[in-house]
């Protein structure tokens, strides 16, 4: 009997529907029999509406065409709406019209003639789709509680109807906050269908928040006080339920939660322990096992491991790091795609580029898209052991392309590294590789008065491309002048100036240390330009520029650096100018390490220069260095180079006083004086010298120096005399 039910009153609320739709179609046939001409603009945009909405390929296609079709309000349009909502074989199309007039729901004197649409939505209710139903009852709100609360209590009441068609009406009913809603569903309660009692047991605790154990004669007190309430105060009452309701929930979720972290944080303790105990064979079995998990958690243990693991990334191991970049989870991906970055060697760029295609998630992509550069950079770079097509590249070139261009600096900086990094391996065709250049030189002027943030990047990319060989001359046309404009920045701290200077360098050393003088970047307010005019003033400078360089030797913060250059300097000066500054350090109160390296430089110049007196004139005073400092290996040094060069010793020679006087020093500790003499008796002569008087020398330092108990002790080996 039911059953029976069911059909006559699905075929009496569906009979008008077909009506008022075969009216439509048949208006609009009419419409066309008569067109003698080409269809109208209306005619052809229904025509694609009506394809977009029973066969666009997304939902979104879908619910627009509705809610144009919605917005014409004319009967073609209308009979197009109500033919989707009665064709059960399309339900996409049938879903599409409920969300679009929920939509407005809220705007109910937009949509003319609602009333077309009421006996669709209430067949919509006899069916066996949860989705569905949820969607026509939430759609039935765009009428007012008058016109449909006969029909829906009819529907839930009727004991001819199948028990889920109640339960859909009762599921529509309780959508509308009203009091009579509430004596419908507590008149069901008692219903002999068990579950059509139960349903309106839950609708009455799910809408009305009355409790699901009240008594008979409590829930007859709440029912009088619903009596008394209006519709806004029956809401209002409502909301605050339903609020208190949601704050209970979210404090259980909050402790479940916390719990559930509690436990995994011990488990993963308990894992590391584990790990940290085995030996390499056996942490790759447990990496295995763990990127292989259905837990989450473990597999973000095992991703998180994987670049300290201390053996080789096995098939079976490479093959579940490959397979996490596309897992259901997105912190999954992310690790993944992270610890990519760094196994380059895996050959990972095919799999990360149709993941990256895939994507929707904005971080999880980025993630991807920086380990496909690093992908493709290892693959390309000369010797690699990975043949990866040169399509990867392109396509990797292409979407960096895209992401340059983005308004996100984020993005945009990302792009540029990656066109950086893979034009940097000089393997792109000039005509290519002037295009890149030209998109970095147009991104960076479209964002010259919009946003800092994606500035520094652009020219710290395009900074790294000027030194490549094969695109110097482009980048010297297409950047430089964005470099030299960029140094005019009055912001030193977002890194602009930086970029800049450092591409100036890269492209010609000479001009930009030229262009640096001029503007006098060695007092510029920046640590980091002032860093790269010292630097490249090392690399290009001359004479011209020990002044200055010799005045920050002392300055905090430069001091190193500007030694460094003024050292590389003087390495390409003469002896007797190494020795000049030398001297006028010493004079300024240079420091005795500086001015000692420049006197061993000075001498080594002499040497090369067969300049004897400055030689010999630059190592007498190194020798009183190393005699204060009682450096023995050192004196030895320089007394060997001077018995060589005079072949023995004369009468009052410099050098023999110098080292006398030491010996003779009362304060110099006499076991120092024994080894400096033992040193310089092992000085070992050419082949064929004799050396008398240096002979004669040592023999009376011995007497005259070396207690009798220490005169046996044998000479050192010659091998250890310095011959700095």
């Known amino acids: 009997m039911k059953r029976i039910g069911l059909i006559i009153l699905s075929g009496i609320l569906l009979w008008s529907t077909f009506v008022d739709v075969s009216r439509g179609q048949t208006a609009i046939a009419e419409t066309a029999s008569t067109e003698k001409t080409a269809p109208s603009e209306s005619d052809l945009q229904l025509r694609v509406l009506r394809t977009a909405l029973f066969q666009g390929p997304t939902d979104q296609n879908r619910l627009d065409a509705v809610l144009v079709l919605l917005a014409r309000q004319d009967r073609e349009a209308r009979a197009v709406l109500l033919s989707a909502l009665i064709a059960k074989d399309t339900p996409a199309a049938r879903r599409a019209v409920c969300l679009g007039l929920i939509r407005h729901r809220g705007l109910i004197g937009n949509i003319a003639n609602r009333d077309d649409f009421l006996e669709p939505l209430l067949g919509m209710l006899m069916t066996d789709s949860p989705e569905e139903v949820r969607l026509a009852s939430e759609a039935l709100l765009v009428f007012e509680f008058d016109q449909i609360s006969t029909r829906l209590t009819k529907l839930a009441q009727s004991t001819d109807l199948e028990a889920q068609i109640r339960v859909n009406a009762m599921y529509a009913l309780q959508l509308w906050p009203e009091k009579e809603v509430v004596s419908v569903l507590i008149g069901l309660l008692e219903d002999p269908d068990r579950e059509v009692a139960t349903a309106s047991r839950k609708a009455l605790v799910d809408a009305f928040g009355i409790p699901a154990t009240v008594d008979p004669k409590t ?36 402790r479940i939660e916390a719990e559930r972290d509690l436990w995994r944080q011990r488990y993963l303790a308990v894992l590391d322990r584990d790990y940290i105990g085995a030996d390499e064979a056996t942490k790759g079995k447990i990496l295995i096992e763990k990127l292989g998990s259905e837990l989450t958690a473990e597999k973000q243990w095992a991703l998180r491991k994987v670049p300290g693991f201390p053996g080789t990334i096995t098939p079976e191991m490479r093959v579940l790091l490959l397979a996490a970049v596309s897992d259901p989870d997105r912190e999954v991906r992310i690790d993944a795609a992270r610890v990519l970055a760094g196994k380059s060697a895996l050959d990972p760029a095919e799999t990360l580029l149709n993941q990256l295609k895939q994507e929707r998630d904005k971080e999880v992509g980025l993630a991807i898209f920086s380990a496909l550069g690093e992908a493709c950079f290892f693959a390309f770079s000369p010797g690699s052991p990975i043949k990866l097509d040169s399509s990867i590249r392109d396509e990797t070139l292409n979407r960096a392309a895209t992401y340059l261009n983005s308004s996100d600096p984020l993005v945009a900086s990302l792009g540029a590294e990656v066109i950086a990094k893979l034009m940097g391996l000089n393997s792109l065709t000039p005509e290519k590789a002037e295009t890149y250049l030209k998109m970095m030189a147009e991104r960076y002027v479209k964002a010259r008065n919009q946003t800092e943030k994606i500035k520094a990047p652009l020219l710290s990319s395009m900074a790294g491309l000027a030194s490549v060989p094969g695109y110097k001359a482009k980048a010297s046309e297409i950047s430089r002048p964005l470099f030299v404009e960029a140094l005019e920045s009055p912001d030193s701290a977002n890194g602009i100036r930086e970029a800049a200077a450092t591409g100036l360098v890269a492209l010609d050393k000479s001009a930009a240390l030229k262009l640096f003088r001029e503007k006098n970047l060695a007092a510029d307010n920046s640590a980091a330009v002032r860093r790269i005019m010292i630097g490249v003033t090392g690399e290009a400078g001359d004479a011209s520029d020990l002044d200055w360089l010799a005045k920050k030797l002392a300055a905090n913060g430069d001091a190193e650096p500007a030694w460094q250059a003024f050292l590389a300097i003087m390495n390409r000066q003469g002896a007797n100018a190494v020795y000049t500054w030398a001297s006028q350090l010493a004079e300024g109160g240079s420091n005795a390490t500086q001015y000692r390296e420049l006197l061993n430089l000075a001498a080594t110049k002499a040497d090369a220069e067969k300049n004897e007196n400055l030689a010999a004139q630059v190592r007498l005073l190194l020798l009183e260095i190393h005699l204060k400092a009682a450096d023995v290996p050192k004196v030895s040094g320089v007394m060997a180079w001077r018995l060589l060069q005079q072949k023995d010793i004369v009468a009052d020679d410099p050098f023999i006083t110098k080292v006398e006087a030491w010996l003779a020093t009362p304060d110099v500790d006499s076991d120092k004086k024994t080894t400096l003499i033992q040193t310089l008796a092992g000085v070992k002569k050419p082949e064929g010298a004799e050396w008398p008087n240096w002979t004669a020398k040592l023999k009376g330092w011995e007497e005259k120096f070396i207690p009798k108990s220490d005169t046996n002790t044998t000479n050192p080996p010659a091998s250890q005399v310095s011959t700095s």
């Open 219 to 254: 829930l007859r007190g709440i029912v009088t006080q619903l009596q008394a309430k209006s519709t806004s105060q029956i809401m209002r009452d409502l909301m605050l339920v339903q609020r208190d309701q949601a704050a209970f929930q979210s404090e259980r979720m909050r």
